[in-house]
T-cell receptor
Framework: GESVGLHLPTLSVQEGDNSIINCAYS??????FIWYKQESGKGPQFIID?????DKRQGQRVTVLLNKTVKHLSLQIAATQPGDSAVYFC??????????????FGKGTHLIIQP | SQTIHQWPATLVQPVGSPLSLECTVE??????LYWYRQAAGRGLQLLFY??????ISSEVPQNLSASRPQDRQFILSSKKLLLSDSGFYLC???????????FGDGTRLSIL
């Protein structure tokens, strides 16, 4: 059967280096974006979010950048650690002013931290 | 703090059998609730969402249905499973559309 990760882009970085994971979104009406981390066999875990009125938002060791002109989102992880190995998904929400519509997810990137 | 529980964690069912997956949320009231499916090595696909008891919106036509009998309970069902229903099913809750959704640890469903 299929193995998880066969169809996912993979990014391999050395422990301690910085990593950048990219995501392109298609809907120019999207006004809210989230990055999730998913470890094998678990549900996605919220990392950081950003609203469309911002270009950059920082968390602990993570930074999200939003470029609305080219509809591009990136997640930067500083000083990567072995525990950062996971699949990372971006997600967008059109946010129709109070609606509860679910998120639209990207395909995911498999981040591998090399010792 | 809020928590979300899904069970079972793993399920193996024969083709044509019924299905019931349950999800409950604690520590919040009137959450938006969601069911997603994730195929191996893929992103998540939204199946259903609910803004309140008895209110269900379906995103894709399929062999599955959802119900919300209580404020913090969301159930995913099928009367007759198909091979194509195999996958990883995730429940999530959210407070508002422009806030993060929080996921359970999923149910891995295998149809034989």
């Amino acid at each position: 059967g299929e193995s998880v990760g066969l169809h996912l882009p993979t990014l391999s970085v050395q422990e301690g280096d910085n990593s950048i994971i990219n995501c392109a979104y298609s809907n120019s009406a999207s006004d809210y974006f989230i990055w999730y981390k998913q470890e094998s066999g678990k549900g996605p875990q919220f990392i950081i979010d950003i609203r469309s009125n911002m270009d950059k938002r920082q968390g602990q060791r993570v930074t999200v950048l939003l470029n609305k002109t080219v509809k591009h989102l990136s997640l930067q992880i500083a000083a990567t650690q072995p525990g950062d190995s996971a699949v990372y998904f971006c997600a967008e929400n059109i946010g129709s002013g109070g609606g509860a519509d679910g998120l639209t997810f990207g395909k995911g990137t498999h981040l591998i931290i090399q010792p | 703090s809020q928590t979300i529980h899904q069970w079972p964690a793993t399920l193996v069912q024969p083709v044509g059998s019924p299905l019931s997956l349950e999800c409950t949320v604690e520590g919040t009231s009137n959450p938006n609730l969601y069911w997603y499916r994730q195929a191996a090595g893929r992103g998540l696909q939204l199946l259903f969402y609910s803004v309140g008891i008895g209110q269900i919106s379906s995103e894709v036509p399929q062999n599955l249905s959802a119900s919300r009998p209580q404020d913090r309970q969301f159930i995913l069902s099928s009367k007759k499973l198909l091979l194509s229903d195999s996958g990883f099913y995730l429940c999530a809750w959210g407070a508002y559309s422009n806030q993060p959704q929080h996921f359970g640890d999923g149910t891995r469903l295998s149809i034989l």
